[in-house]
């Protein structure tokens, strides 16, 4: 048997399709055709969730918080049938809880939520109305004012409680939002006004040198200044009105302590003036009537009149013989002994 390595037959081969292509027309090549893959949909597993234990009991710690917030703002006493309402509820619901954990109670417990909120925003709300109106604010903006009282209005009635929590919640916050806009307005147009003055006080300060005399004060007060100025553009313009309140009350005393002082030193200046032209004018007056040097004062001779009686000093040079004489003597005796 005749064996035909491979390599000869590949060889072979090719020299035969060589052969034929020469000799056939060119054609295109085949486009493969493009395999129609359709994806299977993915189907997302569903877990069914049976035990709501966790998700009830988040809800509760909220629940407590909202309604410990409720309380302090006193919406025991600003809204009470609301509050007691939502109390019973509140009551219901820890019994459910107890009783049956691991059941779905969101939207009864997220309902209780929202009206526990819905009680502390109208308390405060009330609370800022009846601020406005003690401190007369209300025409620093009306339309937030009157949209604000008209909320409390509808939300104070018993009827309203029947309303989901979302939407008495939602309606107490727009009435706390009025009124904030109200307080916002007029604290910052006061703030303004007593930032105008406060400089104004600052420059009567800066005309006595009080930056020099009352250093320490004077840097109190434009520490002040700067403070209110600071809370003013970082959304505080009740805190920044106080600030500038301050800073003005530093600046006019220290003008009012150092021009006092100053008027004190001027007039004792002045009295001291009128004391020396007075006594100026005395000694004048007296010159006039008596001039001194043009009468003769008693103890006080001409100039060339005898001081003393004149003397030949005789007794004096007797008195110093009898001394000299004296002391001779005593000595004789003496060298006798």
Same mark, same amino acid.
């Given at each position: ?76 006493? #600003? ?117 105008? %003055? ?5 420059? !009567?300060? !800066? #005309?006595?040198?009080?930056?020099? #005399? ?14 209110? *100025? ?5 959304? *505080? ?70 001081? %003393? ?29």
């Amino acid at each position: 048997m005749i064996k035909i390595k491979p390599f000869a037959v590949a060889m072979c081969l090719v020299s035969v399709l060589a052969l034929v292509s020469c000799k056939s027309t060119p054609t295109e090549e085949p486009v493969e055709p493009v395999e129609d893959v359709t994806e299977e949909p993915v189907v997302e597993e569903v877990n069914d969730v049976s035990d709501f234990s966790a998700s009830n009991k988040a809800l509760m710690e909220k629940i407590e918080a909202a309604r410990k917030a409720a309380i302090d703002s006193g919406a025991d006493s #600003s809204l009470p049938e609301a509050f007691k309402a939502c109390e019973a509820e509140y009551e219901a619901e820890k019994l459910a809880l107890k009783t049956n954990s691991d059941k779905d109670l969101t939207k009864a417990l997220q309902d209780l939520l929202n009206r526990y909120n819905a009680l502390e925003a109208y308390s405060n709300a009330k609370a800022k109305k009846e601020r406005i109106d003690s401190l007369g604010f209300a025409s620093y903006d009306q339309a937030s004012y009157n949209n604000g009282s008209a909320l409390l209005e509808e939300l104070s009635d018993s009827d309203s409680l029947i309303s989901l929590g979302s939407d008495w919640y939602k309606k107490a916050a727009s009435a706390e939002e009025s009124f904030d806009k109200v307080l916002d307005s007029a604290f910052r147009a006061l703030a303004r006004e007593e930032r105008t %003055l406060a400089f104004a006080a600052k420059k !009567d300060a !800066d #005309s006595v040198k009080a930056a020099v #005399s009352k250093k320490d004060e004077y840097n109190k007060g434009v520490d002040a200044f700067k403070k209110g *100025d600071s809370q003013y553009v970082t959304g *505080d313009p009740e805190g920044s009105l106080h600030s500038y309140t301050s800073a003005k009350e530093i600046f006019t005393a220290l003008y009012s302590q150092i021009s006092e002082a100053r008027a004190k030193a001027q007039a004792a200046l002045e009295a001291a003036k009128a004391r020396v032209a007075e006594s100026e004018d005395v000694a004048l007056e007296a010159d006039k009537i008596s001039p001194l040097g043009d009468e003769e004062v008693e103890g006080i001779e001409d100039e060339d009149s005898t001081l %003393l009686e004149s003397d030949d000093f005789t007794e004096a040079e007797t008195q110093a013989q009898e001394l000299e004489d004296s002391v001779d003597e005593n000595v004789s005796e003496v060298e006798v002994e």
